[in-house]
């Protein structure tokens, strides 16, 4: 399967040699070891892709340029936003990453009273870093040229408070009242979908009755508890299958 990297605009004309980026040198040349000839794909996360080839290398640079642009979109009818709170450290790249790979349009990280991960403002924006390389690599690998949308790190309460209240289609997963998806199967919701994911010890009563003033629908995806890094991509593949591209 030939190579995509993430490259943002603006680009070089057609034909036109450019300097590759740090990144994409350290990953093409340095790790996957294209030479000059070999093909790879450059996307820009707005949608517009283009055909590239090396044309020289040097120890620490190289040169590529562009051969051809299209606009090429992988992107599902639904817009989902999944509002995750923080899982620890593996757990929650792991999800970001399958949720990219689903489809979702947005991920909003929560701090949440019983979350098990408490971030200072130095590391949150460490961890923002990091997860948005992780964004990038998601969508080179799963075919997508439009990037999801990454939120820093915000508290669950400050989060449902700025939501506005029919903005979109909101469901929680929760045990309490909840109502089975598949009943949900019609209307499909003409709204952007959003999710929202207690941490592993779930949602407090003040959250819970906050997310439900908020109108977030609790509902449940089967009889077995999901663990947290788990339930928003069940959700979003659920979702997909009822109403999306799958």
Known sequence: MISRFYLPQPWAALNTPFTLSDDIFRHAITVLRLRVGDTFVVFDGAGQTAQAHVVSVEKKSAQAQLTSMAQHSVESNLHI????????????????????????????????????????????????????????AACAQSGR???????????????????????????????????????????????????????????????FNNAQAAQFTPTLIGPRILRTESAGLATIAALQTMWGDF
């Open 81 to 136: 936003t999944l509002a995750q709170c923080l899982s620890s450290a593996d757990k929650m790249d792991w999800t970001i990453e399958k949720a990219v790979e689903l489809g979702v349009n947005r991920i909003v990280p929560l701090f949440s009273a019983r979350s098990q991960i408490k971030l200072s403002a130095e590391r949150a924006e460490k961890k923002t870093e990091h997860w948005q390389r992780i964004v990038l």
């Open 145 to 207: 040229n439009t990037l999801p949308e990454l939120s820093a790190p915000m508290p669950l309460n400050a989060f449902l408070s700025s939501e506005k209240p029919n903005d979109s289609y909101k469901l929680m997963l929760h045990p309490r009242n909840a109502h089975p998806l598949k009943s949900l199967v019609a209307p499909r919701p003409t709204q952007a979908i959003m999710v929202l994911i207690g941490p592993e010890a779930g949602f407090d009563d003040n959250e």
